[in-house]
């Protein structure tokens, strides 16, 4: 007897002693694995017609026996096979996915658990398969966490047959339900009907004896699964529920969709497209490894589970289907990826994105927001992506937080604008309140200028990309003013430049900070919040941005720095520090020396 690899004998035991009650969907995981068996022959037959067969999944029920065995003709699997794929778990998603998540035992049953859920029901599971191309069969048997055989067997064709051996019925176990044709009827249907190929089942059905009134029964093979795809059924046939049903059993998503749209396409190239926005962003989203793009299918076949190059990487999020009769069946994947009819596909759906997503921003508002506070970060990516190269296409469905409260599109700004004002303004910041609390920003409110706030870390890399939205410049409402004579202030402005002499790059008088006597901003291309986030990230160490200090010329406490100047330039020196400590915190900023500034703080008051 072979033991398991370590982490697929804890996930096992997890699985076997989980008290976790959605047991019934081990038929989904089992049925699903058949499907993918059956596609990867399928494959192979496009090139080799001897792999071309009556494609099918079988469940069989023996009451007797205490048995369910499901049946598929697929690729199979031989010896190392059954090792790789059945003996370790790790290569599987489901390994990886519960070690990311380590205690939630109620959310693996709505992610993939795969071949071992079979052992929450059963107490020893027999796998006999026989791979393609192959001329031996194997079988693989075990009875959970001790270990598992491998030995050889018989089989006809290729394919894999796996066989249940439930345990017995119990109150919070109730095994005896999977030899209930009905209850299995009823799991297919839920998880499994928009499976392409047919489920079939002996079933038991009555009928009326021939010359006699009596009744008999009989057995008959049906198909337990609907099997038409909903994207290829008349709209107008297909309900809401149908969609989210679909949803549910094609993604396993606890969440349901914020939206989804249809769409079939008649032109030079002829598709069918259904659309998901995920209603949370989906697990390891943000990760390299992410498997993004939609659903290939030619005529209903999957020709690529995710078509990476159907979707930009800023709709990376989005979850789908496109099926299209035009693309040729014969050219491998690789040669796919290169196909000019994949590009044009790409881009129509593309297109057809954007404009949905224009239609819902006036149609259906409410939505739109919670799509964008989902995803606008990726959307946002996309216009910066690139040096820009989708700006324009892009501009138009991003949302910015206003100070008027909302948020608005840069066309709903300008659109507000009032006649003198030439640029459109934004001040960035870790959040709204302490973009509010600004004093440059508060000053723009006071004169009724919308200021638009920048939260997320990408928004000014996206402004300074964007440049200009309808001939108006994007402008930074706390860029430092500037230089202008004060001639009352000279000398006090030189006196404060030399006490911050390589904290700042120069003190300058600004009218426009409202109630505050100072503050800190920069000078040219980068900003304070820029800065941040450049040093937050691997490679974008030690970037700075040019700072300025810039005082208040009505405020009193410049009125009085600039007497100290002449009675007690001792006191000066500390009121100075006291402001840039100031200054430095309204932007958010650390005072690096706060011990100083306590002391000065404490001996001026
Ligand atoms: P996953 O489906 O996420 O890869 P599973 O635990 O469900 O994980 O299955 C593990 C692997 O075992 C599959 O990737 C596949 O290679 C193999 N496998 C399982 N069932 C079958 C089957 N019926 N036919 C062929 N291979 C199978
Ligand atoms: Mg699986």
Redesign the pocket.
Known sequence: MKKFKAESQRLLELMINSIYTNKEIFLR?LI??AS?AIDKLHFVSLTDEGASRDFKIEIAIDEKERTLTVIDNGIGMNESDLEDNLGTIAS?GTFKFKSEHKTDEELIGQF?V??YSAFMVADKVKVVSKKYGESEAFVWESCGSDGYTITKGERDQSGTTITLYLKPNSEDNKTDEYLSEWTIGELVRKYSDYIRYPINMLCTSERKKEDSDEWEEYKELRTLNSRLPIWKRKKSEVTEDDYLAFYRSRYYDPVDPLYHFAAAIEGALTYNALIYVPGKTPMGYYNADFKRGLSLYCNGVLIMESCEDLLPQHFGFLRGIVDSADLSLNISREMLQKDRQLKSLANGINKRIVSEFSKLLSSDRETYEKIFSEYGASIKFGVYDNFGAKKDELKDIILFRSSLGSLTTLKEYVSRMGEEQKDIFYAAGKSVELIERMPKVESFKQKGVEVLYLTDQIDEFVMKVLGEYDGHKLTPAVSAGEKTDNESLKALLEFMGKELEGKVKDVRVNENLGAYPACISAEGEISLEMERILNAMPNGKGVKATRVMEINPSHPLIERANQMLETDGEKLTKLTKILYGEALLLAGLEIADSVDFVVSLNEII
Do not use: K, L, M
């Open positions: 995981e699903s694995n993918d599987s993939g795969g071949f």
